[in-house]
């Protein structure tokens, strides 16, 4: 019989290259499901989850980060509580992350000021809201005025939105690995804190 097992399922070293080659491609391809994990986090009383779009991965400097309108609740738990958790999941290649992250709000500083010029006309759209996201309204809307629904704005007319945009920044401290497969599942762990590596094997 075959064996099946990938290079990586009883090797600590290669299911971390592993890890970052999925969050990299998650990054670079739309229809990754690595592309868009659920954001969770707290504001010390309740938790709070939500999909994010990947905009970023660093693995030299161990972060991952993601847009958002500094309006948005998410911010106000951050503010509060600057701890977070990303959840991503492939069901092709059956291996789920648990991203353990502190957390930074970048806004209106060198960080923003750069990402925002790289984001397309498209992209623009959602930060030119008159209203915060999650306010009350009577009516089903997209919150946008007709012609910003259509995409009828210039960039020019789109750096207002500017105002309302910020870079959440997640440092990693540390990253818990399960791969379910038949012939057993693998569970693993991996503490980054304080610029450091520490792996270890867990029951599944």
Same mark, same amino acid.
């Given at each position: 019989?075959?064996?099946?097992?990938?290079?990586?399922? #009883?090797?600590?070293?290669? *299911?971390?290259?592993?890890?970052?080659?999925?969050?990299?491609?998650?990054?670079?391809?739309?229809?990754?499901?690595?592309?868009?994990?659920?954001?969770?986090?707290?504001?010390?009383?309740?938790?709070?989850?939500? *999909?994010?779009?990947?905009? =970023?991965?660093?693995e030299q400097d161990k972060k991952i980060w993601f847009h958002s309108d500094i309006r948005s609740n998410k911010i106000?738990? /951050?503010? /509060?509580?600057?701890?977070? !958790?990303?959840?991503?999941?492939?069901? !092709?290649?059956? %291996?789920?992350?648990?991203?353990?992250?502190?957390?930074? %709000?970048?806004?209106?500083?060198?960080?923003?000021?750069?990402?925002?010029?790289? #984001?397309?006309?498209?992209?623009?759209?959602?930060?030119?809201?008159?209203?915060?996201? =999650?306010?009350?309204?009577?009516?089903?809307?997209?919150?946008?005025?007709?012609?910003?629904?259509?995409?009828?704005? !210039?960039?020019?007319?789109?750096?207002? =939105?500017?105002?309302?945009?910020?870079? *959440?920044?997640?440092? *990693?401290?540390? %990253?818990?690995?399960?791969?379910?497969?038949?012939?057993?599942?693998?569970?693993?762990?991996?503490?980054?804190?304080?610029?450091?590596?520490?792996?270890?094997?867990?029951?599944?």
């Open positions: 019989m075959k064996n099946t097992q990938p290079e990586y399922y #009883n090797d600590l070293d290669k *299911i971390y290259l592993k890890i970052w080659n999925l969050l990299t491609l998650g990054l670079e391809k739309r229809d990754s499901p690595y592309h868009i994990p659920v954001f969770i986090c707290s504001n010390n009383e309740f938790f709070d989850g939500r *999909i994010i779009v990947l905009r =970023g991965v660093s106000r738990a /951050l503010k /509060l509580n600057p701890k977070a !958790t990303l959840l991503f999941y492939d069901k !092709t290649e059956k %291996i789920q992350l648990r991203i353990s992250c502190k957390i930074i %709000i970048n806004y209106q500083n060198d960080i923003t000021e750069s990402s925002w010029q790289k #984001n397309a006309h498209m992209s623009r759209q959602c930060y030119l809201g008159e209203n915060a996201p =999650g306010a009350e309204i009577a009516s089903a809307s997209s919150g946008l005025t007709s012609d910003v629904d259509n995409f009828k704005y !210039t960039i020019k007319e789109s750096e207002k =939105g500017y105002k309302n945009f910020c870079v *959440i920044e997640n440092f *990693i401290e540390s %990253i818990e690995w399960l791969y379910l497969a038949a012939k057993g599942h693998r569970r693993a762990y991996f503490c980054l804190k304080n610029n450091s590596l520490e792996k270890k094997w867990l029951i599944p």
